[in-house]
């Protein structure tokens, strides 16, 4: 699944997903993922960035919590993540985005997706980002003016790492995943839900990035 593909390469994504959804008991799905499930409803109830998502069983549509419709890239993320999830616990152990399976060759990408619009995003805003944090996120004790981890799905924490400019270096951001991550979701899949996490934040500060 990427981004960088059209709107019928993502349409095939999402029917290929909900048909490996759709075979799948929902109540394994929901122990594994750290979600739960609705008998009365036929819904997965999902928490996506602090919101909560709902997904209809078998049919795999993925809606928010005002009832709309879940943006296609959102929904295939969130079926692949059911579909995937090992119930394996989150240990807090950080890799960059390199380490992950298959991603050193994109990583020149992800930077520049990524990390560098949230660099240049967060600069200046540092108590801005701290107050954000007390809302949104939990601090991790780590080196960085700024180290929290932000749940993007009930098992996939994002690390975001923070330095403010200061007389000798640039401002500079870095988004971490947890060593369990490729159990929840695939590389190139992590990859887009770094930049969602960064569009996000950055609209929430009212920076677009």
């Known amino acids: 699944?990427?981004?960088e593909h059209g709107p019928d390469h993502l349409q095939k994504a999402r029917?290929?997903?909900?048909?490996?959804?759709?075979?799948?008991?929902?109540?394994?799905?929901?122990s594994?993922?750290?979600?739960?499930?609705?008998?009365a409803q036929h819904l997965l109830k999902i928490p996506w960035f602090g919101e909560d998502y709902a997904v209809s069983y078998p049919e795999g549509e993925v809606s928010r919590s005002d009832g709309e419709r879940a943006g296609?890239?959102?929904?295939?993320?969130?079926?692949?993540?059911?579909?995937?999830?090992?119930?394996?616990?989150?240990?807090?152990?950080?890799?960059?985005?390199?380490?992950?399976?298959?991603a050193r060759y994109h990583e020149p990408a992800f930077h520049a997706d990524a990390e560098g619009p949230l660099s240049r995003g967060l600069e200046g805003r540092l108590e801005a980002l701290r107050?954000?944090?007390e809302?949104?996120?939990?601090?991790?004790?780590?080196?960085?003016?700024?180290?929290?981890a932000w749940d993007a799905l009930p098992r996939v924490p994002l690390l975001l790492i923070f330095n403010e400019?200061?007389?000798?270096?640039?401002?500079?951001?870095?988004?971490?995943?947890?060593?369990?991550?490729?159990?929840?979701?695939?590389?190139?899949?992590?990859?887009?839900?770094?930049?969602?996490?960064?569009?996000?934040?950055?609209?929430?500060?009212?920076?677009?990035?």
């Open 1 to 3: 699944m990427t981004h």
């Open 15 to 30: 029917e290929s997903a909900r048909r490996e959804f759709e075979f799948m008991d929902p109540t394994w799905m929901a």
């Open 165 to 209: 400019r200061d007389e000798e270096f640039a401002a500079g951001a870095r988004i971490l995943f947890d060593i369990t991550a490729p159990d929840y979701l695939p590389t190139e899949d992590l990859s887009v839900l770094a930049e969602l996490a960064v569009s996000r934040l950055l609209e929430d500060l009212g920076k677009k990035p």
């Open 72 to 102: 296609g890239i959102e929904e295939l993320i969130i079926l692949h993540y059911l579909v995937n999830a090992d119930g394996i616990a989150v240990k807090e152990q950080w890799v960059s985005y390199r380490d992950l399976p298959g």
């Open 135 to 148: 809302g949104h996120a939990r601090p991790v004790d780590l080196p960085g003016d700024v180290a929290a």
């Open 32 to 39: 594994h993922s750290g979600t739960t499930y609705s008998f």
């Open 131 to 133: 107050v954000w944090v």
